[in-house]
T-cell receptor, first 114, second 111 residues
Framework: DADVTQTPRNRITKTGKRIMLECSQTKGHDRMYWYRQDPGLGLRLIYYSFDVKDINKGEISDGYSVSRQAQAKFSLSLESAIPNQTALYFC?????????????FGPGTRLTVT | GQQVMQIPQYQHVQEGEDFTTYCNSSTTLSNIQWYKQRPGGHPVFLIQLVKSGEVKKQKRLTFQFGEAKKNSSLHITATQTTDVGTYFCALTQGGSEKLVFGKGTKLTVNP
């Protein structure tokens, strides 16, 4: 969905490096999420934020941190990248007010840690 | 946390054949969503089911929510090559808007 953008789209980094993945949205949604996708494992929640002052750990938060700089921006950081963090990372948003839990996903960032 | 089992993991069909994927939970669900992810793409919302026994249709796709609200299915009639992709079910965890995704069913269609 063009309303949710992620940068970079692809990144190769070395073990031990700090890396930041960025997500921006123009949908005006208050809720934002970070997932990682690995083959055969589906989508797993890393962190989520229900508003600018609210940050929560998801299923697999170890080794990651996040920052919600504004309602429209949610960044994911890998403090010291390791090879098993090689994965496809998705940002998603949802809107409190609709009564639907529908999430809108960005195009993804493919991260490779060597 | 809440778990959801999705089967099968893979399904290969000839174009024109039907396809079904199932999601099962050990606990009663408040709602369930279905997403489709095309190869190289991102998940895209298809539908949300809320009511016990609910059936919804989108052209050749039929979505069902079980009477006990513990299982759901997605059925595609007469598959086409455009149906290729991975289909995920997702359920909300507790009273929050966090989604727990099934591991997905990857559908390939032989023309």
């Amino acid at each position: 969905d063009a309303d949710v953008t992620q940068t970079p789209r692809n990144r190769i980094t070395k073990t031990g490096k700090r890396i930041m993945l960025e997500c921006s949205q123009t949908k005006g949604h208050d809720r934002m999420y970070w997932y990682r996708q690995d083959p055969g494992l589906g989508l797993r929640l890393i962190y989520y934020s229900f508003d600018v002052k609210d940050i929560n750990k998801g299923e697999i938060s170890d080794g990651y941190s996040v920052s919600r700089q504004a309602q429209a921006k949610f960044s994911l950081s890998l403090e010291s990248a390791i090879p098993n963090q090689t994965a496809l990372y998705f940002c998603a948003t949802s809107d409190t007010g609709t009564g639907s839990y529908e999430q809108y996903f960005g195009p993804g960032t493919r991260l490779t840690v060597t | 946390g809440q778990q959801v089992m999705q089967i099968p993991q893979y399904q290969h069909v000839q174009e024109g054949e039907d396809f079904t994927t199932y999601c099962n939970s050990s606990t009663t669900l408040s709602n369930i969503q279905w997403y489709k992810q095309r190869p190289g793409g991102h998940p895209v919302f298809l539908i949300q089911l809320v009511k016990s026994g609910e059936v919804k249709k989108q052209k050749r796709l039929t979505f069902q929510f079980g009477e006990a609200k513990k299982n759901s299915s997605l059925h595609i009639t007469a598959t086409q090559t455009t149906d290729v992709g991975t289909y995920f079910c997702a359920l909300t965890q507790g009273g929050s808007e966090k989604l727990v995704f099934g591991k997905g069913t990857k559908l390939t269609v032989n023309p």
